[in-house]
């Protein structure tokens, strides 16, 4: 997957642009990959249960039933595009819900007059590893990305100034070559007009 796009990538690129590559570090642990892993892994069964659902129902005795396969099989893409995405944690654990749900659909024809009632049991048990595998990858996925149990910063102490408010108000205070007289300074308030008060005042500057 990531030689095609390196490769797609390189198509639009000017001569001078740096290339991308391939090989390098990846930012994806084992857990994000065995969750990606997951992923693929229902999109594949989804699509068998969406394209060949008469295969199925024929293996295990169920035929007639071919629109709940194929009702499994669009839930299955959806949970392998949720285990491709950023939150790849909800993912797992909607296949473990789907899990849940094929366990109990396999149990109501793991029956005696059932002829496959063989397949079926390995179904079962294929499926219970499956939910074990889901669980697993939830669990360490959400353990991996989450910040629970970090000690929680205290910043109340903390003014937002460096060197503190009185040194950062005397920094921003008037230069003394911009400042008025003190009886200028004394003046009537400002109102959009020239005060009378100050019309003899003279501003010195030193």
């Not at 790849?88 to 496959?116: E, F, H, Q």
């Not at 007289?181 to 003046?187: I, S």
Request: charged share 20%; aromatic share 6%.
């Amino acid at each position: 997957m990531s030689f095609m796009l390196s490769k797609v990538s390189g198509i639009a690129r000017s001569p001078g642009d740096p290339k991308v590559i391939e090989t390098g570090p990846s930012s994806l642990k084992p857990v994000d990959k065995f969750g990606r892993a997951l992923g693929w892994f229902s999109i594949g069964l989804g699509l068998t249960e969406l394209l060949a659902p008469q295969r199925l129902t024929r293996a295990l005795g169920a035929e007639g039933n071919e629109g709940f396969v194929r009702a499994m099989g669009a839930r299955e893409l959806a949970h392998g595009v949720l285990c491709l995405s950023v939150n790849n944690d909800y993912g797992a654990m909607t296949r473990v819900a789907g899990d849940i749900v094929d366990l109990a659909g396999l149990a109501s024809i793991y029956r005696d007059d059932n002829p496959k009632k063989g397949n079926v049991g390995l179904a079962i048990a294929a499926v219970i590893g499956c939910t074990l595998a889901d669980l697993y990858a939830a669990q360490s996925i959400r353990s991996l990305h989450s910040r629970k149990g970090e000690p929680v910063r205290d910043y109340s102490d903390r003014s937002g100034f460096p060197k503190g408010v009185g040194y950062s108000r005397g920094r921003a205070s008037v230069p003394r070559e911009y400042q008025a007289t003190p009886g200028a300074a004394a003046a009537s308030p400002a109102t959009g007009k020239t005060s009378p008060a100050s019309a003899d005042l003279m501003l010195e500057v030193h």
